[in-house]
Nanobody
Framework: QVQLAESGGGLVQAGGSLRLSCTAS????????IGWYRQVPGSQRELVAA???????NYAESVKGRFTISRDNAKTTSYLQMNSLKPEDTANYFC???????????????WGQGTQVTVSS
């Protein structure tokens, strides 16, 4: 079963930056699409960025130009560089791995604890 560990969250002022990390085990990491999601209490989990095994990336409109997803297959780790953060980016951020279709649909059975990002105005 895949195990996921997110880290790097914290409290930052608006306009600041954070770099989140996601380390995965128990999966063929290099062959999977990686997705970063965020969730605020009372709302559904939102996909913010994804990267395929070939390196093709997709971003939610709300984060385009500010967030960058990357992956290091040797370390089975994905990163989410978040710049120009806004208060509305405040959420718990999760990562996951799977097929591109399952990532886009958030149709995944195992989730990590996530890492909390709080952006103050």
């Amino acid at each position: 079963q895949v195990q996921l560990a997110e880290s790097g969250g914290g409290l930052v002022q608006a306009g600041g930056s954070l770099r989140l990390s996601c380390t995965a085990s128990g999966t063929s990491f290099a062959a999977k699409t990686i997705g970063w999601y965020r969730q605020v209490p009372g709302s559904q989990r939102e996909l913010v960025a994804a990267i395929t095994p070939s390196g093709t990336t997709n971003y939610a409109e709300s984060v385009k130009g500010r967030f960058t997803i990357s992956r290091d297959n040797a370390k089975t780790t994905s990163y989410l560089q978040m710049n120009s953060l806004k208060p509305e980016d405040t959420a718990n951020y999760f990562c996951n791995t799977g097929s591109r279709a399952s990532i886009l649909a958030a149709n995944l059975s195992s989730w990590g604890q996530g890492t909390q990002v709080t952006v103050s105005s």
